[in-house]
């Protein structure tokens, strides 16, 4: 149990919908990134919040966009889906600043876009 | 740009057996090295990470690991693996945007 939760576990979108994913972290977290795992690949970083900011991002579009609440919840949302979205998403907290300290991975959102 | 190679896409081994698990990373400073284990239709469980300190790394599940600075590697070892332990292993190179290797599946046979 790493206390991040992930909803919904599993979710189907035509191409040019929009998405929302959501993730709860353990409270005092206050970093948390999001991750996109495609099938038989590993996680590749899309971004990280740190405070309520964006923090950092990968080789993502902008139609991926965060946020992240004062409560230790975020959202990762995507807008005009396309097939190669199709993917597990994880999303990640941790405490910046805290070497010692692990990062905590949720169970994942499968999306599938149809 | 921090990146991690991991060569061996699927290997296969008997219970019992010893197991190596090959990790590559290409980083800038001083890195901060993962092994990760995903099951089927699930997140990740950290197997053990490497900070500073001793280069021989203790993690949970009996599994250990190597940092060779000289040859940018991360190697995972188990001593005898079980048939519990087939997953798919992802060594990671980063901390809060942590960067993965494409995986390598373990298929252990009986």
């Known amino acids: 149990e790493t206390g991040v939760t992930q909803s919904p576990t599993h979710l189907i979108k035509t191409r040019g919908q929009q998405v929302t994913l959501r993730c709860s972290s353990q409270?005092?977290?206050?970093?948390v990134s999001w991750y996109q795992q495609a099938l038989g690949q590993g996680p590749q970083f899309i971004f990280q919040?740190?405070?309520?900011?964006?923090?950092g991002r990968g080789n993502f579009p902008p139609r991926f966009s965060g946020l992240q609440f004062p409560n230790y919840s975020s959202e990762l949302n995507v807008n005009a889906l396309e097939l190669d979205d199709s993917a597990l998403y994880l999303c990640?907290?941790?405490?910046?600043?805290?070497?010692?300290?692990?990062?905590?991975f949720g169970s994942g959102t499968q999306l599938s876009v149809l | 740009a921090q990146s991690v190679t991991q060569p061996d896409i699927h290997i296969t081994v008997s219970e019992g057996a010893s197991l190596e698990l090959r990790c590559n990373y290409s980083?800038?400073?001083?890195?901060?090295l993962f092994w990760y284990v995903q099951s089927p239709g699930q997140g990740l469980q950290l197997l053990l990470k490497?900070?500073?300190?001793?280069?021989l790394v203790q993690g949970i599940k009996g599994f250990e690991a190597e940092f060779k600075r000289s040859q940018s590697s991360f190697n995972l070892r188990k001593p005898s693996v079980h048939w519990s332990d087939a997953a798919e292993y992802f060594c990671?190179?980063?901390?809060?945007?942590?960067?993965f290797g494409a995986g390598t599946r373990l298929t252990v046979k009986p």
């Open positions: 990671a190179v980063g901390l809060n945007d942590m960067r």
């Open positions: 980083y800038g400073a001083t890195p901060y």
């Open positions: 919040y740190y405070r309520e900011e964006e923090n």
């Open positions: 409270s005092g977290h206050n970093t």
């Open positions: 490497y900070f500073s300190g001793d280069t």
């Open positions: 990640a907290s941790t405490v910046a600043g805290r070497t010692n300290e692990k990062l905590f």
